[in-house]
C-alpha cells in the first residue's frame, strides 16, 4: 500500500474519533545544539504518524467539521535564498499534491486562516510542547473564539491534549509500522552480533559503539538513542553514555543499543565477558536475569494486563536473589516492600515504535491495567545491578565484594500476536553458551 494512502487512512481513523472536534499538531521545532549550529532535525513523532512529512515549520488542522477542508496544512514556502543554506524546501504548491492536503497554506497565513478551521469544533485538540510562541498563540486563537462563543453559539470550549487522540492508533502497530521495525531490528541484530565478534580487552567503549553505529548508518538509517556501551561497573549505571573506558579481562560489557529506520526503533541490550568466559558470580545473576526475562516474555500474551510481565520478572529475581543471600525474607513481602528495587529499580519494558518509549496509556480509569493486544510490540529488559557502593537497608544483609561492580541486562523487542509473543530479536543469542562462544 502507497504510504501515502497509509497517512490518508489514519487521519481518516482518527477523525472518526474526533466526531465535531479540531486538532491541530504541529512539527518539532529546531534546536539548538551550540551557538549558530543546530541538532540534526527529528520530527515529532505524532505529526509524522499523521502526515509522512519530514520537514520543520509545519501545522497539520484536522477538521473533520468542516465542509471541505478536513486535512489543512500550513508549511514553510519557497524561498531560494534560504534554501541555498539550509536545504530544499517542498512549499505551498507541492504540498497539496505530494501529501494530500485538501488545503495548504504557508505558515505565514496561520494567524489569519486558522480561527475558521477552530470556530467549527466543539473541542480543541492540541499538545503544549516545546514551541512556546506556538503554545502561545494557540491559546490566544482559542481564548477569542470562546470570548465571542456567546454570540456565534459555536466554537472550541475546551482544551485537550492532541496526544491522547493517537494513543489507542499508535499503541497497535499496523503492517507497514511492523515491517518498518523488522528492518530496524535487522540492523540492529547485526550490530549486536559484530560487537560481540570485535570486543576484547584492551579496546575502548567507543569504539564498539562507533562500529555499530556504523552499521545503523550503512543500513539507510540511524541511533534510536544514544548507545550504552559499558563495561565493569560503568554497566550498574543505567543510562551510562560516556562510553570512555577501556575494557579489561574479567569485565562484563553491557550493549544497550538499537538502530532505526524511517523512524521506526529498535532497541536490544546483551551483556555478555570481554574475554570470553563469565566469572563464577557473574554466570549465576546472568542465568538469573536470563530466567526473568524468559518467564517475562511468557507474559507477553493478547488479554493478559500489561503489568504481568513485570511481575514476573520482579517475582523470579526477588526469589532468587533470596536464594542467593543477597536479600532476606518472604519474598512476597520483599516485592510488597520494594526491596527488591536495590538491585532491579526500572521497569521490565515499554511499548516500541515511531518513539523508542511509544505511546500507550497502560491503565484504565479504574487504575486496573489494560491488557496487550495483538500488534502491540514492547520490550522485555529485566537487569540485576549490584553497584560498587551498595548499602543495603535497615534489615538486609551487606553484600560480599565478589558481587560488586556487576551490571547485567537482557532485552529483547517481542511482537504480541494472537499465537503467543514473536521474539523479533531472537536473532541476537543470548544463551550462556552464547556468550561464551
Known sequence: MPMQTVYQQRRQDLMALMGEDTAVFASAPMAVMHNDVEYNFRQDSDFYYLTGFDEPGAIAVLAPHHEEHRFVLFVRPKDKD??????RRLGVEAAKAALGADEVFSLEELDAKLP????GGDRLFYHFGHDQALNGKI????QHLLASYVKRGTGPTAIADARLLLQSLRRVKQPEEIDLIRQAVAVSVK?????????????YEY???????????????GTAYPSIVASGDNACILHYVENNRQMQAGDL?????????????????????????????????????????????????????FN?????????????????GLLVGDVDTLIEEKKHKAFFMHGTGHFLGLDVHDTGILRNADKTWKPFAAGNVVTVEPGIYVTPDYEPVEGQPAVDDRWRGIGIRIEDDVLVTDA???VLTAGVPKSVAAMEA
Open 82 to 87: 534560504k534554501e541555498i543554506w539550509s536545504g
Open 116 to 119: 475558521e478551521y477552530l470556530k
Open 139 to 142: 491559546l490566544r486563537h482559542w
Open 191 to 203: 550490530a549486536h552480533n559484530y560487537a560481540r565478534e570485535i570486543a576484547q580487552p584492551g579496546r
Open 207 to 221: 569504539e564498539i559503539q562507533a562500529e555499530m553505529e556504523h552499521l545503523f548508518k550503512l543500513a539507510g538509517g
Open 253 to 305: 560489557l553491557l550493549i544497550d543499543a538499537g538502530g532505526c529506520i524511517d523512524y521506526y526503533n529498535a532497541d536490544i541490550t546483551r551483556t555478555f565477558p570481554v574475554a570470553g568466559k563469565f566469572s563464577a558470580e557473574q554466570r549465576i545473576l546472568y542465568e538469573l536475569v536470563l530466567e526473568a526475562q524468559l518467564n517475562a516474555i511468557a507474559e507477553v500474551q493478547p488479554g493478559k494486563p
Open 308 to 324: 504481568a510481565f513485570h511481575d514476573a520478572a520482579v517475582r523470579t529475581i526477588t526469589a532468587g536473589l533470596v536464594e542467593l
Open 420 to 422: 503467543g509473543p514473536e
